[in-house]
RNA sequence: GCCGCCGUGGCUUAGCCUGGCAGAGCGACUGAUUCGUAAUCAGUAGGUCGUGGGUUCAAUUCCCACCGGCGGCUCCA
């Protein structure tokens, strides 16, 4: 059975000529009109003789689904046999279609067009991407139900032909690729949330995800009305961090031999190189008129480099070649169901590094060289192996001519990893690796990525001059080291988050802790040495001098998730040490309490925090001047 | 963009179904208290009930539109 569903403001017909498979009508249904109607056309194929009763309960299924999403009342069955080039025998079908218009009528207001007559009929389709969309209904046992349901919005046939080419595998460590049905997820939860979401595309949510209460508690970061939707205000803390994380990534990229750069936020639309680009992509981009040009906000830094990259002069021997820029912002206009906290934004700081390589062999070296550091830069910033799982995605050539090399990227995780491989390439890519932060609700989210470009050093025109004098287009890797600087926050929050659920204690990364120490000072007389110690610890220390009960302030540095928090009473001052709590070794009820003088502390920050960036602490140092911005 | 839920002092919210003076906790401010490890006590101020229309003698409450948030769908270079 073919359908096609079109959402209509009105559907209307009248019957014109009999034809000689015409069922038996009376006059009232010679026309016909519904307002605010679902039109579903039918055609019933020779498929379904084999079980009629069971087409008809399929395709009840869809159309009622189908009415309930679009919330639609009124319901017109219209056969139409152009759907199908092999139709049932009319008998089958008249059969199909009173059966429908029968089960149909208890739960909606229906009516259903003749069978077997030229008619004339007009109807207008509301046009939202929901309101057209055609279904193909088998009886056949071999196709599963979900397999036969399979959604297609007429207008992206196309597209979603492309994405059916898919094949998903999980590789296993030791080089085993088996197909989801083979593998077993017991005891890869994260996998398997993972694969959920990314194949089946799964949910079960239906609530704000914890960081965005998170973000704003600890006055991170906070929506700003005043903007547009996604684009985020960031409060003293938020920037710090953000900035900590920045001036990291910029590091690591250094170390491997990155060249910063900055390029323009935007650029002409009609500019010869960016227009081939852009045709091919939907607007996704925020527009500006300025001065008679179109000009778009960039989504990513390629546009700034690739550009640049075109000018420059370049030997084969400066290969490898990188170029970083982190981007602030880059833009895009997700829809704006889309938009969600941190998670997903309009504006966002990404770091993005691209390498130009000499051939293939010189692409993969760095590429798994970037997969190394990526791991890397997430652990350092607090996010493990435990909390992503790996997606690896190339094309079937590449696949058949590297095997070893895959098998490898699944080994150094040594943990199984998702799989996708297209038939041909539709990217730019032919293999690339992004790994995906799962969060509380189970929704998944790319972090770092590698992607090995090979069509665009083609569209620049970016060359090298090759020992023999002669001028080639390199391949072009690009990667961003964390992902979006945000995202890694959001991550953060959302580990953080899952932690308390399970009886855990909450923490930032010490070297991303707004405050470090918070000092504690008992009564007024603690004051003065108070200051003092904020000196000699040389770290991001603050003095919660407000007039509050010492209960009162632990409890408020404990909900700042703070590292170290040092009391400072008559029996420290008498002793010449401090009481300091230590979160990472604490548990909730059970505080670890340590006896140590000022520079052990000291000393035990500075491990901590050891070759990472540091900045001074982002608010003033007395709790009592300082103010709320949540 | 479509569908659904939500929007009440800075924050969290009660009241809305069944129209009739808008209530609380936290925070802020003032005062008392100078304190030993997850919320000290008392008092004061603070509200265009998201915005705009409509219905009504009367709208925070009912209806419509818009804006914003969240979720789902779609999308995600």
Redesign the pocket.
């Known amino acids: 059975m073919q359908i096609l569903l079109i959402h209509s403001d009105y559907i209307a017909y009248e019957v014109k000529k009999e034809t000689p498979v015409a069922e038996k009508i009376d006059e009232q249904m010679r026309f016909g009109r519904l307002d605010e109607a679902l039109t579903v056309f039918i055609a019933v194929e020779k498929s379904d003789e084999s079980d009629p009763e069971k087409a008809v309960a399929s395709t009840l299924d869809e159309i009622k689904n189908v009415a309930s999403?679009?919330?639609a009342q009124n319901i017109m069955l219209y056969p139409y046999a152009h759907l199908s080039s092999s139709l049932s025998s009319p008998k089958v079908a008249i059969a199909v279609l009173k059966n429908l218009e029968t089960a149909l009528k208890d739960e909606f207001t229906v009516k259903r067009a003749p069978f077997g007559f030229y008619k004339a009929f007009e109807i207008k389709c509301?046009g939202?991407?929901?309101?057209e969309l055609s279904r193909t209904i088998t009886v056949d046992e071999t196709i599963t139900p979900k397999a036969a349901a399979k959604?297609e919005?007429v207008s992206?046939a196309i597209?979603?032909e492309e994405k059916a080419k898919s094949y998903w595998y999980v590789l296993k460590p030791d080089g085993q690729m088996q197909t989801f049905e083979d593998f077993n997820f017991t005891g890869y939860d994260n996998l398997k949330k993972f694969k959920n979401y990314e194949v089946s595309?799964?949910?079960?949510?239906?609530?704000?995800?914890p960081h965005?209460?998170l973000m704003?508690?600890l006055e991170i970061a906070d929506?700003e009305?005043g903007s547009?939707?996604?684009n985020m205000r960031f409060y003293p803390k938020g920037r710090m961090i953000k900035s900590l994380l920045e001036t990291y990534v910029l590091e690591r990229s250094a170390e491997v031999g990155a060249m910063e750069v900055e390029t323009p936020i935007m650029y002409d639309m009609n500019h010869v190189t960016l227009k081939k680009?852009?045709d091919?992509?939907?607007?996704?981009?925020y527009s500006i008129e300025a001065d008679k040009k179109s000009l778009f906000l960039r989504?990513?830094a390629?546009f700034g480099q690739f550009l640049m990259n075109h000018d420059m002069t370049i030997s084969y021997r400066d290969l490898p070649l990188k170029m970083i820029e982190l981007t602030r912002y880059s833009f895009?206009?997700?829809?704006?169901?889309?938009?969600?906290?941190l998670?997903?934004l309009r504006a966002f700081t990404m770091p993005d590094m691209h390498t130009l390589a000499l051939d293939m062999e010189q692409a993969m070296l760095e590429f798994k060289q970037q997969y190394d550091m990526c791991i890397s830069v997430l652990k350092d910033m607090g996010i493990g192996l435990e909390d992503y799982e790996v997606a690896i995605r190339f094309t079937r050539d590449f696949y058949e001519a590297n095997k070893a090399f895959i098998i490898e990227l699944a080994r150094i995780v040594d943990k199984p990893v998702i799989i996708e491989m297209w038939d041909q390439r539709f990217?730019?890519f032919v293999l690339k690796f992004e790994f995906n932060y799962i969060d509380a609700?189970d929704?998944a989210s790319a972090l770092s990525t590698v992607?090995i470009d090979v069509e665009n050093a083609e569209r620049y025109d970016i060359n090298y001059i090759n020992e023999h004098g002669n001028a080639k287009h390199p391949l072009i890797l690009h990667c961003s080291p964390s992902g979006a600087i945000e995202r890694i926050i959001y991550g953060l929050l959302e580990k953080n988050y899952m932690i308390t659920r399970s009886g855990g204690?909450p923490m930032l990364p010490v070297w991303l802790s707004p405050t470090q120490v918070r000092v504690?000072p008992?009564?007024?007389?603690h004051r003065e040495t108070a200051g003092e110690i904020v000196h000699m610890l040389g770290c991001r220390v603050d003095i919660d001098d407000?007039?509050?009960?010492?209960?009162?302030r632990?409890?408020d540095a404990?909900?700042e998730w703070i590292p170290y928090?040092a009391?400072?009473?008559?029996?420290?001052?008498a002793k010449g040490e401090l009481?300091v709590?230590i979160r990472s070794q604490?548990e909730?009820?059970k505080?670890k309490?340590v006896k140590m003088k000022a520079w052990d502390l000291s000393a035990r920050i500075q491990t901590d925090i050891a070759g990472l960036p540091y900045k001074s602490i982002p608010l003033p140092v007395y709790l009592s001047t300082r103010p709320?911005f949540?």
């Open positions: 999403q679009l919330k509301k939202h991407p929901l309101s959604e919005i992206e597209k979603a595309k799964s949910r079960e949510v239906d609530r704000t995800p965005v209460e704003r508690r929506y009305p547009d939707s996604g680009y852009l091919r992509f939907p607007a996704r981009q989504f990513a390629c895009r206009k997700e829809q704006r169901g889309e938009v969600v906290g998670r997903r990217f730019y609700l929704k992607q204690v504690i008992i009564a007024e007389r407000r007039d509050e009960t010492v209960g009162k632990i409890r404990g909900r928090v009391v400072l009473g008559d029996e420290e001052l009481t709590t604490s909730p009820k505080p309490k709320k949540v």
